[in-house]
Nanobody, 120 residues
Framework: QVQLVESGGGLVQAGGSLGLSCAAS????????MGWYRQAPGSQRELVAK??????TTYGDSVKGRFTISRENRNTVYLRMNSLKPEDTAVYYCNAAGYYQIGIRDFDIWGQGTQVTVSS
């Protein structure tokens, strides 16, 4: 089974910075894509940023120019969040998609989420 371990997040003032890290663990797995999504109360889950094995990155419109996602290794991603705004307040979820090498079975899994709160 693939597991995601998230770290980072917390409380920061507007204009500040935070970092989120997500590490995937499991046997005989290949991860094709990792990323971060977020969900604020009363809102749908939305893309923050994702990165593929080839290094292609995609960002949500609201975070472009402020957030940066990087692949530290094949199974770990880091999200640097700068110039944070109160509207960035949400639960942030790590996501990983790939396949099990034995049986070539796909997976698409989510972390438990970590709270990011930006005070004004």
């Amino acid at each position: 089974q693939v597991q995601l371990v998230e770290s980072g997040g917390g409380l920061v003032q507007a204009g500040g910075s935070l970092g989120l890290s997500c590490a995937a663990s499991g046997s005989a797995i290949t991860i094709n894509r990792m990323g971060w999504y977020r969900q604020a109360p009363g809102s749908q889950r939305e893309l923050v940023a994702k990165v593929t094995n080839s290094g292609t990155t995609t960002y949500g419109d609201s975070v472009k120019g402020r957030f940066t996602i990087s692949r530290e290794n094949r199974n770990t991603v880091y999200l640097r969040m700068n110039s944070l705004k109160p509207e960035d307040t949400a639960v942030y979820y790590c996501n990983a998609a790939g396949y099990y090498q034995i049986g070539i079975r796909d997976f698409d899994i989510w972390g438990q989420g970590t709270q990011v709160t930006v005070s004004s």
